[in-house]
């Protein structure tokens, strides 16, 4: 069946503009989850849906992030006036909840602000 | 101090050694531990769980260890395929977020 995915995969953008980021989950999927993985470092948690509940965004850095998942299966992650240290890997992953554990990631997308 | 620590590596063995991950977590109170791998420019992927009695899966065994906070990765007869970074991720909630170490660095040479 299909994985979970992401797009794009690549984005410049320059520094101040905003950027949206898709996750398409598995299919039936409750829990999404967002990481952020800078060059060299292990992904850092951002934010957790279950359906369309944002139930933790403390990992957000700052007000200029923002994510939604308006129908409980995709979820766009919102960067408004990027910086330069946004440039990072934005990895989406699903589980099934109801305390299954596995988290299946997408590929990421690649974000470079310039 | 990171909640989860790894020692970043690199790790460079001959194909058919044995390599050993360590790998120390500060929250007494994590529910689950696992190491994932993650290959150069590629999305993590679950390689196995851990659990206190230990686990083995072919050349891989892990093990934790409660007390000392304290969960390791063994690869036994290492293989080129084996190049990868290795994760150690923990839980403080079933189900939650995962919190990953910063990934240890293996290359297997010929």
């Known amino acids: 069946g299909a994985g979970v995915s992401q797009s794009p995969r690549y984005k410049v953008a320059k520094r101040g503009q905003d950027v949206a980021l898709r996750c398409d989950p598995i299919s039936g999927h409750v829990s999404l989850f967002w990481y952020q993985q800078a060059l060299g470092q292990g992904p850092e948690f951002l934010t957790y849906f279950q359906n369309e509940a944002q139930l933790d965004k403390s990992g957000l850095p700052s007000d200029r992030f923002f994510a939604e998942r308006p129908e409980g299966s995709v979820s766009t992650l919102k960067i408004q006036r990027t910086q330069q240290e946004d440039s990072a890997v934005y990895l989406c992953?699903?589980?099934?909840?109801?305390?299954?554990?596995?988290?299946?990631f997408g590929p990421g997308t690649r974000l470079l602000v310039l | 101090r990171k909640e989860v620590e790894q020692d970043p590596g690199p790790f460079n063995v001959p194909e058919g050694a044995t390599v050993a991950f360590n790998c120390t977590y500060s929250n007494s109170a994590s529910q689950s531990f696992f190491w994932y791998r993650q290959d150069c420019r590629k999305e993590p992927k679950l390689l196995m769980s851990?659990?206190?009695s230990g686990n083995e899966d072919g050349r891989f065994t892990a093990q934790l260890n409660r007390a000392s906070q304290y969960i390791s990765l063994l690869i036994r007869d290492s293989k080129l395929s084996d190049s990868a970074t290795y994760l150690c991720v923990v839980t403080e909630v079933r189900g939650g977020k995962l919190i990953f170490g910063q990934g240890t660095e293996l290359s297997v040479k010929p």
């Open positions: 851990v659990y206190s």
């Open positions: 992953a699903s589980s099934l909840g109801r305390q299954q554990e596995t988290q299946y």
